[in-house]
Structures are given as structure tokens and as C-alpha cells.
């Protein structure tokens, strides 16, 4: 599926405005990041095992909010377009809320359990959290093929950007922090520019200061600093 459409795919759809790409850039940072802090805990150490399973409540809360979205507005705008086409993407979240409630029992186990159920806890939640990493990456990459055909086949991509403007302004404070936070891990030094100059763009400059801020404490100095000098003439301290 994933081979044949970067077969079809054309420097024309590359042009296109594509209303996944830097969401999606966070969400894998995110789902990575994640699989990998569980896959390497060391279950003894409770400091550990406290923030690693705070980041992974984090994440789990994430893709809950991220599919709520897709299914508020993307979703229904593909339906009136194009009815029946969100179907198989839509039958994905159904799936994945089911797995992110086992996810969730299975962090309780491990934090609250008892000593002699935390390794099987353990063992379950790396093994199921890397199931859903690999369901999700799949799941994305049909989004940015079959469902981008449809969006891009119906609207133009002023409309589409509209629609992202749209689903921007109903994302909580706390949801635009963690998104900002994982879309500058996960993105070029480029694509980061590129969100921050929307942010200033767009947003009052007291909370472009708080996501600038976010920026600074996620990235490290060297990309740091590639981001503050995109970002001038506007002066920001190092
Ligand atoms: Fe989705």
C-alpha cells in the first residue's frame, strides 16, 4: 500500500498543502521517543519509572486528542466531499481507542502493582505499546496517501488550510504545548522555522514568547540556535 502510492506519488502532490505533515512529524517523534524509554526502564528505579510512564500517559493522551480532531473535522470533511471515503481510516481510530485503554490499564499495573506483577506488566506494555507504534506509523502514512488524495482531489489547498486553521483554534492550551514541543523534536530545521514564523505570524506575541520558549528548552543548542537565526531579524537571547 505505503510503496505503491510513493510510486504514484508527483512532484505536483508534493506541492500540494498536506494538513498531516507536521502532526504527523510530532506524533512519530513522540510514539518513537516513547517506545523506546519503556523498552530500556529499569523497573527498580522509581524516579524512572515515573517519568517514563508520565511522558507515556503524555503520548497516550496525545493520540486520544489527535484522533478526536481528525475525527471532528477532517474526517466529516472528506464525507462531504467524498462520502464513504473516511471509512477505512475512521474503522483505525475505533481500534486504536480500544488500545489506547489497554495501554492505559497496563501503565496502572506497573506503576501501582504490586513487585511481583510489575516485569509481566512491563513485558505486556513495551510489547502492546510497540504493536500500536507500528499500527500508527501504517495508519499514518494511508492518512498522507489515500486520505490526501481525497482532500486534495476536493478542496483547494486554500480551503485546506482553512480547515487546519480551524482545527488549530480548537486545540486546548495544553494540547499546543505538547504539540509544539514534539513537532520541534520531530522536524527539520526547516520545518520548525517554518511553524515558529506561523506562530508569529498568528498568534499574540505573549504566546509566541511561551511556544518560542518550548522550542528552546526541546531542541539542542546547535539546532537551537539554527532556529533563532531563521527566525531573525527578530532578536531572541541564545
Ligand atoms: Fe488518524
Known sequence: MPTQ??????????????????????????????????????IEDRQAMFHTIRQLRELLAFCSDHIAHEDRFVHPAMERRQPGSSGDTAGDHLHHAQTLASLRAAADVLEHGAPDEKPAAWSRLHRELAVFVGESLLHMDLEESAN?????????????????????????????????????????????????????????????????????????????????????PVAIAA
Not at 15 to 38: E, M, S
Not at 148 to 169: F, K
Not at 209 to 231: C, T, V
Request: proline share 5%; net charge negative.
Open 5 to 42: 502510492y510513493f510510486e504514484k506519488e508527483t512532484s505536483e502532490a508534493a506541492q500540494r498543502f498536506n494538513i498531516y505533515a507536521g502532526i504527523h512529524k510530532a506524533v512519530r517523534a513522540f510514539l518513537c521517543d516513547t517506545l523506546v524509554r519503556v523498552a530500556t526502564l529499569d
Open 148 to 232: 490526501n488524495q481525497v482532500l486534495q482531489g476536493c478542496y483547494s489547498d486554500g480551503e485546506l488550510v482553512a480547515l487546519h486553521q480551524e482545527i488549530l483554534g480548537a486545540l486546548t492550551p495544553q494540547e499546543m504545548v505538547v504539540a509544539t514541543r514534539w513537532m520541534m523534536i520531530g522536524s527539520s530545521p526547516a520545518e520548525r522555522a517554518q511553524v515558529m514564523a506561523g506562530m508569529r505570524a498568528d498568534a499574540p506575541p505573549p504566546a509566541f514568547e511561551a511556544m518560542l520558549g518550548i522550542a528552546r528548552d526541546s531542541l539542542s543548542p546547535g539546532d537551537w540556535n539554527k532556529l533563532a537565526a531563521a527566525l531573525a
